[in-house]
């Protein structure tokens, strides 16, 4: 069974295989038009069109189900340290998903900073990501401390 990280990265690929198949059922809805048009020019702007539907992708699903499609099937979560998950949360903790390299730094520098667990924009979000286990957990434990 791999550890936090291992199911992360797994989540990761998971996440942007989704994310590469929207780009090409994209492309092939939009590519008769681009050509008929001769407005090939467009694809200049693909790069920043992808990295918008990147951060986008996992703001909305982290803002609204604290989970992505790729984290629900290797069964974590990502929850606020303080206060609820919120659009603002996720916006701000999936920024360097733009691009690999800004990713990895990230990771990096989460690691530097000294808690293993988390990236450097988890902690400026004040977010983590959990095992679901952990979140059911928790809440059996506010239950029978509240009963």
Do not use: C
Not at 8 to 23: E, H, K, Q, S, Y
Not at 58 to 71: A, D, I, L, M
């Amino acid at each position: 069974m791999p550890g936090l990280w291992g199911k992360r990265f797994v989540a990761l690929i998971v996440d942007f295989l989704i994310i590469t198949l929207l780009l090409y059922v994209i492309v092939a809805v939009i590519y008769p038009l681009i050509a008929l048009a001769n407005l090939f020019v467009l694809f200049n702007l693909w790069i920043p069109l992808a990295a918008v539907l990147i951060v986008a992708y996992f703001t909305y699903f982290e803002g609204k189900h604290s989970t992505t499609p790729g984290k629900n099937v290797m069964k974590l979560k990502t929850r606020a340290i303080e206060g609820k998950m919120t659009y603002k949360k996720a916006f701000i903790r999936n920024l360097s998903k733009i691009l690999w390299l800004p990713l990895i730094i990230d990771v990096l520098v989460g690691f530097a900073m000294g808690k293993p667990r988390e990236r450097y924009l988890d902690r400026l979000a004040k977010t983590e990501v959990i095992r679901r286990e952990e979140v059911e957990r928790s809440t059996q434990n506010l239950e029978q401390s509240s009963s």
